[in-house]
């Protein structure tokens, strides 16, 4: 399975991005999709993700502000970002998984390059 982003860029607070990840390869198995995010000098960390049948879970400073969507036709997931945040300015990653049990919400499996959100102004 490969996985392919794009969609980051340079917004100011408050504005939004959305950003798309493409699965292409042997997708059959893929469940669950999701978005992490890493910020220069922290830890990877989990920002939302969805299952095949659209179950959902986001972090918590996110929840309201970001929205997860999927294109199962596509392969494609969506991580719609509004009323952004300087501190949400990380490489962005998406990452798919097999699994379909609770750890299903956080897959890890598969990953595609990061791509780069900053919010400035």
């Known amino acids: 399975v490969q996985l392919q982003a794009s969609g980051g860029g340079l917004v100011q607070p408050g504005g939004s991005l959305r950003l798309s990840c493409t699965a292409s390869g042997d997708i059959s198995s893929i469940n669950g999709m999701a978005w992490y995010r890493q910020a220069p000098g922290k830890q990877r960390e989990f920002v939302a993700s969805?299952?095949?049948?659209?179950?959902?879970k986001y972090r918590s400073d996110v929840r309201g502000r970001f929205t997860i969507s999927r294109d199962n036709a596509k392969n494609t997931v969506y991580l719609q970002m509004n009323s952004l945040e300087p501190e949400d300015t990380a490489v962005y990653y998406c990452?798919?998984?097999?699994?379909?049990?609770?750890?299903?919400?956080?897959?890890?499996?598969?990953w595609g390059q990061g791509t780069q959100v900053t919010v400035s102004s």
């Open positions: 990452s798919a998984g097999t699994l379909y049990d609770s750890n299903a919400y956080y897959p890890n499996e598969y």
């Open positions: 969805i299952l095949r049948r659209l179950d959902r």
